[in-house]
Structure formats: C-alpha cells, structure tokens
C-alpha cells in the first residue's frame, strides 16, 4: 500500500500546476470509450500555418530534420536564426494565428463520425502555452466542435495517467511526436497509441517505433483503427 500511494503523488507532482485546474473541470462518462488528441500537426495545420507565417517574415522552414531549433533559415542567406529568435517566431505566431488555424484534410469529419458513430467522447492535449487555451478552444468552437481542451506543459504520460485515474473504458491516444507517445506508454501502458503526422514531408523523417501499437497516415485510417478496436 505505501509503496503504491508513494507512486501516485510522485505522478501528480509530474503534471504542472498550471493544467490540474483544467483537469478538474473534465467529466468522463464511463459508458464511452475516450479518443484523447493532440492539436498541431494531428488536428491542425501547424506546419503549412507556420510556413505562411514565416515566409511573412523572410524565413523559411528546413525540412530536412524533424526538428524547429537549427532548421528555420533566413531566406536571404539560408543562415539559421538562433534558439531565442525561434521562440519568439513561436510566440508571435501563437498569439496571431491560434484563434485560426487551418484544420487537418479530413479530420472534423472524421472527429465527427468517432463522436457520432463510434460513440466516443474526445479530449485534446495540446501542448501550447495556457494562455492560449481561450483561442485553441475557439478555433474548435468556430467549426462546431465542442471539445474539452487541456493545454498541457512537459510531457503527456504523467497528464494521461492523471485523466484517467478513476475511468475504466478503452482509452485512445493520437500524437504526433514519439517522445508523448512512450511517456503514454511509460505511465498508461494499458492506452492504445496511435502514431500520426499529417503533413507528408514531415512524417517521412521520422520512423515509428515498434512499441507504437498503431502508425496512421490520415484521419480516415485512424477513424478505422478506431472502429476495428471497438469491434
């Protein structure tokens, strides 16, 4: 017993002050199976967004390596711009464009049929900052989706875990990055994970590991995937 209490408070230690409050506002119905999602570049455009956004402000993106630190060039002299300049492009970006950001070739339809169809109930997990939660969830609301929106901080394992501490149902998790992925796997080894990354040229870079129960390459498969596990 001690050893299992020990456990707990060491996970809910993991997951920043700043997104318990938000978890606290969840509900889950445990009749339902639960679909929890990333944003940027699973939901939302966030690669052909930024790309538009830089090339605004003379850069352009290398899309040689799946990183954004070394890999934003200035168009003039193909030079990197440093780590710092890199963040604020970030910020400025977020600031400007979250409220409007351009949806995923099939993914409101397809998160409409996993609603609808499959009987899900879906949560996204998106690791901006909290201050832009408000415009996250609109840009969802501007196109009649109605989802519980956590901005999270650090990885997403520990922030799973602590969601579905007292749910019992089939639990889902779509990222597009490998290290959210394993910290899933790490923390809830029982959710499923699916592997997808929308834009093509990114998704070529880099390679899904053999612990990732599923690789996706577009909404309509992961709607698949969906359907055959509940099946």
Known sequence: MSSNTAEIKVDVLQVHKDVLPQLSELSLDPNKPLLISDADEVILDFLGSFEKYLLNNNLRFDLSTYALFGNILNIHDDQPISKEEVTKHLDNFFDVHTKDMEFVPGAIDNLRKIETELNFQ???LTNIPVKHRKDRITC????????????????KGPTI????SNYDNKVFFVDDMIFNLKSANEYVPKVKLIHYVSDKRLAKLIKTPEAISSKAESWDEIYNILKNELA
């Open 140 to 155: 969802f609301k501007n196109k009649d989706l109605h989802y519980p929106v956590i901005t999270n901080i650090n990885s």
């Open 161 to 164: 875990r602590e969601i579905i």
């Open 122 to 124: 879906i949560i996204i």
